[in-house]
């Protein structure tokens, strides 16, 4: 099911404020939070977010923003106190050259361009008048033989002219080796090096197949970051399911800043989410991010209905059932304190969604009464005890429980009102 999303832009709104000069960035949105479950650490001391949606994200299959959607996107984004939006690849099309640009000029986060290591691609970047340039060149014998066909030499070469052209024009310039993970690590450090010492500002380190592990990506970020003084970011792929994990770890060894899409979409079984980094982060190591995460439902709902990616029910943070509960033990335990069944650190209102007791045939009677008392109604027990056994009834014959259905439940039994109020479905039926 689509959630609404409140972030939109009227028509032409960009149009007219692309011409404008940038904005002063404003001071980031926050909120508390509890301390976190490793409150007695100091694992992470800050985190930056680097956003991909608009170009990893948009690498989904099947997965096409249009102008409109990147603009409502990035606006999105921006509004979430987001550190870096990557808005595109310039090279790619006249379209998206235009796109990039227009998002450079319209928000207040830092803008990044993608581009090879190719004299076109960065050029069209630099045009673009992004504030980083994100170059990246194969660096693993796979890829640079039967993808990039070049040699490592070759590579090595070209990343450093990138490099230099950018930091020449005055521009902020990000290097990535792409497949780090799976590149020689004696290769990947004259890599490295190279880079480093044609004056890179930030090293990202990308797990491009997925195939790291928490714990030796940690030992490859530490070893990276022991050959360079340029700041360090990560890129991960979530194909054994590990993206967020592993971006932690990065965070862990020293990493600044880990790039991340929203709904964790992108290339195959996508990046590590936005939202899973973020919440992590803040809930978990006690950082403050700078980011919004009162926006993070309605982001979310953004990009699922422009990606057409659907976001599945069990997804965290932002996922229906993220705050849902149906058990009687559970529902009860929540009633009378959320922490008890939630993870204290992390409730509805810090994403900006709401918490939902779920009718089912697991439902308890302490859910009943609050979904009774919730639209209208004074139960006694015994009226409680009967609702309870039809929701119970109804749900074990694999039928949807519905508040129509709890306010006919209700009625049977004679169960007074309290209120005038009537439920959106009642007033459907006209009763």
């Known amino acids: 099911m689509l959630r609404r999303s409140a972030c939109s832009i ?37 985190a930056r977010i680097f956003d991909t949606t608009l170009r990893d994200g948009e690498q989904s299959p099947g997965t096409s923003f249009s102008y409109d959607d990147q603009r409502e996107i990035a606006a999105a984004l921006d509004a979430a106190a987001t550190d870096v939006i990557e808005a595109g690849f310039p090279v790619n099309s006249d379209a998206e050259f235009r796109a990039v640009a227009d998002v450079a000029s319209a928000v207040d986060a830092d803008v990044c361009g993608l581009a090879r ?34 040699t490592r030499a070759e590579a090595v070469e070209r990343s450093v002219a990138a490099v230099e052209r950018v ?6 310039v990000m290097f990535s080796p792409m497949d780090a993970t799976r590149t020689e690590r004696s290769f990947l450090i004259e890599v490295v090096e190279a880079v480093t010492e044609a004056g890179v500002d930030w090293i990202d380190v990308p ?25 360090i970011d990560v890129h991960t792929h979530d194909d054994f399911g590990m993206a967020t994990a592993t971006a932690l770890a990065g965070f862990e060894a020293g990493a600044d800043q880990a790039q991340v899409s929203v709904n964790g979409i992108g290339e ?10 973020v919440m992590a982060l803040e809930g978990l190591y006690g950082v403050d991010t700078g980011i919004d995460t009162r926006a993070l439902s309605d982001l979310s709902a953004t990009v699922e ?58 439902t308890g009677r302490h859910a009943v009464r609050e979904r009774m008392t919730e639209i209208g109604f004074d139960p ?19 039928e949807r429980v519905t508040e129509a259905d709890l306010v006919a439940f209700a009625e049977e039994t004679g169960a007074t009102r309290t209120t005038e109020s009537v439920s959106e479905e009642e007033r459907v039926r006209g009763e």
Request: proline share 5%; aromatic share 4%.
């Open 10 to 46: 009227p028509p032409g709104a960009w149009a007219q404020s692309s011409c404008s000069t940038r904005r002063i960035r404003r001071p980031p949105r926050r909120i508390e939070f509890s301390a976190g479950t490793l409150r007695d650490r100091t694992e992470v001391d800050d």
């Open 167 to 172: 930091k020449e024009a005055g521009v902020e």
């Open 380 to 398: 006694t027990d015994e009226q409680v005890a009967t609702v309870t056994s039809r929701v119970k009834e109804r749900a074990a014959g694999d």
């Open 117 to 150: 290591v190719v004299d076109d691609d960065v050029e069209a970047a630099l045009a673009a008048g992004v504030d980083v340039v994100h170059v990246f060149c194969s660096t693993s014998d796979v890829q640079l033989a039967d993808s990039m066909h070049a």
């Open 268 to 277: 195959r079984a996508g990046n590590a989410a936005y939202e899973e980094v």
């Open 305 to 362: 209905r422009h990606s057409d990616v659907r976001v599945p029910a069990n997804k965290p943070v932002v996922g229906d059932n993220a705050f849902a509960h149906e058990s009687g033990i559970h529902a009860a335990g929540v009633i009378e304190n959320a922490a008890t069944f939630e993870p204290g650190v992390m409730g509805p209102d810090t994403v900006g969604t709401d918490r939902e007791l779920v009718l089912g045939k697991h």
């Open 207 to 231: 797990d491009t197949c997925g195939v790291a592990t928490p714990a030796r990506f940690r030992d490859l970020i530490e070893t990276v970051a022991s050959h360079t003084d340029a700041r």
